[in-house]
């Protein structure tokens, strides 16, 4: 690809999980002309420092991955700090690339957006309906924030200045560049290292929270890259056919789901743990189920490609790399 027809593409969040995973997937593509900045170049809360990298990179395309993340016990512990900064990044980055004349931006949510009691599989049309889960609701409202952020710059600046903002909820994701900390991580990571510390330490067992029979999805995070990619390269009037204006986003999912039961089996197996697995039933299950309705993402000429067994076998492998 000669540089020049290489489009410059801005990666917030490039460090994370995602945001890294978007970054070897463009680097594979040929694209050469990738702009980022880590926490301590640029606090992306603050309007002057992102005005004034838009105004200096002028960027073509912006991939919004940056986000606080964390599981259940970080949003509960911090919920000032998930609502505020996830807002506060989004609109600025998302206000500035419009005032430095980026058109193109994709932003990634969360399947968290929707209702704790939405139908399943959780469709897009599912959005606003009902009361969102009380433990992430910080998070799930700036995400929502996000979403309507893109559309309301969509409905008012598309036709004048060419903007097409775009918005992927993706499920579950897992994978090289994860969180495995004791207590913030989420469900794949936490079981990986309990499952890793029960092996080095012959424990006998294992004990899983709940009954084991509630219902995950679960994507591989190289598969939420070139789904990210995908949805941004598509047509606008690929993209609109698919829409609408005031439900803009796709759902960005595996396809199936497992119980968590299914999945502690075979995260034991990749990880080679031989002891018992418990379920302790007096802790509580959560949701029954999450799965997302991707058909929408599928019809548009995208499904995933990575089964759990080998995500799992790839990150287990990155985990022994960079936390052992």
């Known amino acids: 690809m000669i540089e020049s027809q290489s489009p410059r593409i801005y990666i917030a969040g490039h460090r994370g999980m995602v945001g890294s995973a978007i970054a070897r997937q463009l680097i594979a593509d040929g694209q050469t002309q990738l702009i980022t900045r880590t926490h301590a170049e640029l606090d992306l809360c603050d309007q002057a420092a ?16 940056a986000a606080k993340v964390g599981g259940i016990h970080a949003n509960n512990t911090y919920p000032a700090e998930f609502i505020y900064q996830n807002l506060m990044m989004e609109a600025n980055i998302v206000h500035e690339a419009w005032r430095a004349g980026v058109q193109k931006l994709l932003f990634l949510g969360s399947s968290c957006i929707y209702p704790k009691l939405a139908p399943q599989p959780m469709r897009e049309d599912a959005l606003l309906t009902g009361t969102l889960e009380s433990t992430n609701e910080p998070y799930a409202i700036a995400k929502i924030a996000g979403i309507k952020l893109c559309e309301s710059y969509n409905r008012q600046y598309g036709d004048s200045h060419g903007v097409d903002y775009r918005s992927v909820m993706p499920t579950n994701l897992y994978g090289v560049g994860d969180n495995y900390h004791p207590e913030n991580s989420h469900v794949i ?23 084991g029979t509630p219902r995950r999805e679960f994507l591989y995070v190289d598969d939420m890259a070139s789904a990210s990619i995908h949805v941004m390269n598509l047509s606008k009037a690929t993209y609109s056919a698919h829409t609408s204006p005031m439900q803009s986003h796709i759902n960005v999912g595996f396809g199936d789901d497992v119980t968590i039961a299914e999945l502690a089996t075979t995260v034991g197996q990749v990880i080679g743990y031989k002891g018992l697995i418990d379920f302790d039933a007096s802790k509580p299950d ?12 599928n019809k548009l000429g995208w499904s995933a490609k990575v089964n759990l067994q080998d995500g799992l076998t790839t990150a287990y492998a990155d985990f022994l790399r960079n936390h052992e």
């Open 286 to 297: 959560g949701t029954p189920r999450k799965w997302m309705d991707s058909s929408r993402l």
């Open 189 to 211: 990571p936490a079981l990986i290292r309990r499952f890793h510390e029960a092996k080095i330490s012959s424990a006998p067992n294992v004990t899983i929270w709940g009954t």
């Open 50 to 65: 992102v005005r004034a990298f838009f105004k200096t990179e002028k960027p073509d395309q912006v991939y919004l991955a």
